[in-house]
Each structure stands twice: as C-alpha cells, then as structure tokens.
C-alpha cells in the first residue's frame, strides 16, 4: 500500500511540474507579446515628436530663408499626409511610406537651409536642427527595437516546446517592421559644420 | 560647454590615417575569428563563459566552507575526546564521516547564507557612493542637448528606461555605468571624453555602458567582489583561529603533560594550521583569478552588446582608438573595487601592465583584443 501511495505522489508532483513549467512558458509568449506591442506604441511616441517639432521649424526657416516656399510647403504637405494615416497594422506600408517621404522632406530642407549662415547662427534653428536628428535617429531605433521584439516573440513562437502552448491559445505570428527601399532607412545626414 | 567635433564621421580605417602599431595587432587577432561572425555569436559566447564563471565562483566558496566546516568538526571532536577520557570511547573516530560530512555541510551552508547576505548588502549600497567619489554632477539638459539626446536614442534602442546621466569633470577619457538594475541606471562620461568623440562614438560608448546596465553587470560585479572579500575573510578568520587553537592547546599540554590526548590536539592544530594556510593562499587567488575573468568576459559582452544597439561596429571601433591613445588615469578617483565599472581600466599601475597585454589579473581586456572582435563583424 506505501508504495500505491509513493507512485502517486511522484505522478502528482511530475504533474504540478509539468503544469508549472507550461504556465512558464505561457507567461513568457505572453510577456514576449508584451513587450512587441510596447516597442510598436515606442515607434509613434517618436513619430509624434517630429510632428511637433515641425511647426517650430518651419515658423523658424520661414524667417531666414524666404526664397524656399517650395521646399517648406512640401515638408508641411509630407507632414499633414503622414499625420492622416493612423498607425495600426492595417496601415503599417502606407504609414512607413509617408513617413520616409516626410523624411526625405526634411532633410531637403535641412539641406537647403546650409546656403543661410544667419539661419544656422540661429539659437533656436540649432536646438532644433539637434532635436530634429536626434529624433530621426530615435525613430529609427524604435523600430530596430521594435524587431528585436519581434525577433525574441517569433523565436519564442516558433521553437520547441513553446510552439505547442502558442499554437494551443492562438499566439499569432508578428510582421517585421520593413522599409520598402533603402533610402528610407537612412535617416536625413545632417552636418553640423 | 565644450562642443563636439564635427559629426561627419571619420572612418578608423579611413586612407589618411597613420597605420600605428595597435593597428597591425588588431589586424592579427581579428583574423582569429571566422568572417561570418555576428555580435549574436559573440554575445552567446560571453554568456556562456560568464555564466560558469559565476558557477565556479559559487563551488570555489562552498568548497572554503565545506574544509573550514570539516576542520571545525575535526577540532571538536579532538577536544572532546582529549578532554574527558571518560568519554574517549562514546566519541565518534575522528575519520567517521559524520565528524567530517555534517560539519562540512553546515560550513557550506553557511558560507552560501552569508554569500547571499553579502550580495543583499552590496545590493542597496548605491550607486551615489561612487559618483560622490567621483565628483560626478548630473548633467543639465538644457547645457548639452546632444548628450542627453544620445542617451535617449541608446536607451530606446536597448528598450530600456532613461537613466540619470553624469558628467565627471576630469582630464582622463573614461566613462562607466552603476546602479542595481535598469530602473536605477546611472551612465556618466568625463568631460574630456565627452568632448572628444563625435556623435557616432558617443552612442557607442553610451550603447556600452547601457548595455552594462541591461545585463545587471553591476549587480553581478557586486556580488563578485562580495564573494571574493567574503572568501579572503573567511581564510584569514581561518588562520587567525587554527593559530590560536595551536597555542592554547600547545600551552595546555605543556603545563599539565596529563596525557597523549594533548598531544593529539597538538597534532591537529598543526594540520588545521597547514590546511589554513594552504587555503588562505590558494582560495582568494582562485577568487580573484574568477573575479577578474569575469569583469573582462562582461567587457566584451558589453562591446558586442553596444554593436547590438548602434549597429555601428566602426563607430565603437574608433572611440576605443581614440581611448587607446589616452595614457591619464583617473587618479585616486578610481580603485581596484571600482575598476570594473569603467569602459577602460581607469588606473594607472594597471593600464601599463595590462593595457596591451593579456593578464589574468587584469579587470579589462587588452584594447587591441576588444577592437580585434569589434573588427571581425566588419569583415
């Protein structure tokens, strides 16, 4: 009768570890998931940004350099038609489009504003020169973060022995963030000299 | 505020530079590695290392336990048998295995509690302590705008929160990362390195130390440090009691000469005493050897991890060039306690010795071999 009573045990306590190690592996597809949704919101966060500082950099350009109504008119339309489009994943290439337009936009403007020395002696046409890049550069880190995440979730989906759990309660596969050319990947050079 | 130099990034193999003799030896350590190498091969390397480091530091301590806990079990039953010979033949023999197996364990025990004690406590020790030392003030945004935007970008790259961020006012080029985890972050930069990167170093130096934080280097570099003092107190307490129990029973056994048993008491604090010193001279060697290959596997793991983030090998390639070339240490500022939180080892003594050679007691890898893998994901 003891030894009924130690093989019920041990298949009781090989039970409670299996169920452990499966709500494991449960949580981490979870957390994994988390965590690409979070890197997503990260991106627009950033897109954001420069849809803030555009209107200060136009209003500041628009001093210096009057000659370029041309250039700045098609950062403000690159602007409205990026802002227009929401930001899910129904819209992700069309978005990623507009945006890399909205990118080429500025760094034409950026470029042009070189041929203006009291532009680029300007205080504020500095700060946001700066702030103008920098956002750039964290806009294209968010997204390579976004595919780290993505990368970590797939990996985690697609492996044994969590591919059972994740085909199990439906964990769905994650699209990479892909530009469509190349060019849109560089952010706009801007030089300080 | 000093500004940067112009961000029109110079390239470290660029046609004009002068080939100088780190660059031959670059040459030749890269070439160990196989061109396909990516930093993800790399960084599976480093913590495949550092993690049996962290094991073998673990087994290194129980081991110092387990003989000091056997030598105590040994001494107890000696006295006890040498003591009331009434008793001698109730005593467990001395080689019986519960006087050597139970004590053993129990100093093991022990010695795992008071590790785990230690780490607690050099846990919420912070981070202020150093930057204290350091003269280190928190930087004002509005005063370096880049900087500041750099971390942002290197801290969204890793995923991570925004850490404070400190400027040491100081002459050497160096820069180091603390704090228990990724919400305690703290990065800081002398001014003299700060002015002398561009943008792009910048990152990769930022991306470094970042990448320390993310992986709870400093955590794992606290407990370390605590295990090795730990150890090296534990085998001089060792010495200090194996001495004391020599001469008490040596004295004993003198002036009452009332039997063999002293003797045997004798004979085993001698033994004790030579165990003692074998191990006070062996275990913090081994401890520190441990130690050390620790702080330089998480050395390049910090590297590769910094290419992870910038995706910009040369840029991290040049600003250890530029570091390289720097021969002032951060005098007093900087001890061997906190050497390890440095992207390069910030004293002097130990930069002659160790910068351009492979030692076993050095905190950080030889430049030339850190560049040499940064180099061969390049090629």
């Known amino acids: 009768m003891p030894d009924a009573w130690i093989v019920v045990l041990i298949l009781a306590a090989v039970f409670v570890l299996m169920l452990l190690w499966f709500i494991g592996m449960y949580n981490t597809l979870v957390r994994r998931r988390v965590d690409a949704d979070n890197a997503w919101s990260q991106i627009d966060v950033q897109l954001k940004r420069r849809y803030d500082l555009i209107p200060n950099l136009v209003e500041t350009v628009k001093g210096y350099a009057t000659h370029e109504r041309e250039t700045l008119d098609a950062v403000i339309s690159a602007r409205q038609h990026a802002v227009n489009i929401t930001s899910d994943a129904a819209h992700a290439a069309m978005k990623a489009q507009a945006e890399g337009a909205l990118s080429g936009a500025l760094s034409r403007l950026l470029a042009v504003a070189e041929a203006y020395p009291n532009l680029k002696a300007d205080a504020n046409f500095r700060q946001l020169q700066e702030e103008l890049t920098s956002t750039e550069n964290k806009i294209g880190f968010a997204r390579q973060h976004f595919n780290d995440t993505v990368g970590r979730y797939e990996e985690t989906r697609q492996t044994f022995p969590t591919n059972i759990v994740a085909a199990m309660f439906n964990f769905k596969e994650r699209q990479y963030f892909r530009l469509e050319e190349a060019a849109q990947r560089e952010a706009p050079k801007v030089s300080f000299s | ?379």
């Open chain 2, 1 to 379: 505020m000093s500004t940067p130099p112009p961000s029109s990034s110079p390239s470290p193999t660029g046609p004009n530079r002068a080939e100088r003799p780190i660059d031959a030896q670059v040459r030749k350590l890269a070439s160990a590695y196989p061109g396909t190498t990516t930093y993800l091969d790399l960084m599976r390397k480093n913590r495949r290392q550092s993690f049996w480091l962290v094991v073998l530091m673990i087994a290194l301590g129980v081991i110092v336990g387990a003989i000091m806990g056997a030598s105590v079990g040994l001494v107890t039953v000696s006295v006890w048998s040498s003591s009331s010979s009434a008793d001698a033949q109730h005593a467990p023999p001395v080689w019986h295995t519960s006087t050597l197996l139970v004590p053993s364990m129990i100093g093991a025990g022990i010695a795992l509690v008071i590790a785990s004690l230690g780490a607690a406590w050099s846990w919420f020790d912070g981070a202020n302590a150093i930057l204290g030392m350091l003269h280190a003030t928190p930087l004002d945004r509005t005063l370096d705008p880049e900087l500041y935007n750099v971390v942002d970008e290197m801290r969204i790259a890793a995923g991570m929160p925004m850490p404070r961020i400190y400027l040491i006012p100081e002459t050497a080029l160096n820069a180091f990362a603390t704090g228990r985890d990724p919400e305690h972050g703290v990065v800081a930069i002398t001014t003299a390195l700060r002015a002398k990167l561009t943008r792009e170093e910048l990152q990769a130096v930022i991306a470094h130390e970042m990448a320390h934080i993310r992986h709870l280097d400093i955590r794992f570099s606290m407990l370390m440090a605590t295990m090795v003092g730990l150890i090296v107190f534990a085998c001089d307490a060792f010495v200090r009691i194996a001495w004391t129990g020599l001469r008490a029973s040596g004295t004993r056994g003198r002036s009452s000469r009332s039997g063999k048993g002293e003797g045997g008491a004798v004979a085993i604090f001698v033994i004790l005493l030579i165990i003692a010193a074998i191990l006070a001279v062996v275990a913090p060697l081994f401890a520190k050897l441990i130690q050390m290959a620790y702080s330089r596997e998480r050395e390049y793991l910090a590297d590769a991890c910094a290419v992870e983030l910038t995706r910009n090998p040369q840029a991290l390639a040049s600003a250890l060039r530029k570091l390289a070339d720097d021969e002032e240490p951060l005098v007093d500022l900087a001890n061997r306690g906190t050497a390890h939180m440095f992207i390069v080892n910030p004293l002097r003594k130990m930069r002659a010795k160790h910068q351009e050679l492979n030692s076993p007691f050095a905190s950080h890898p030889p430049l030339p071999s850190r560049i040499a893998r940064i180099m061969a994901l390049l090629r």
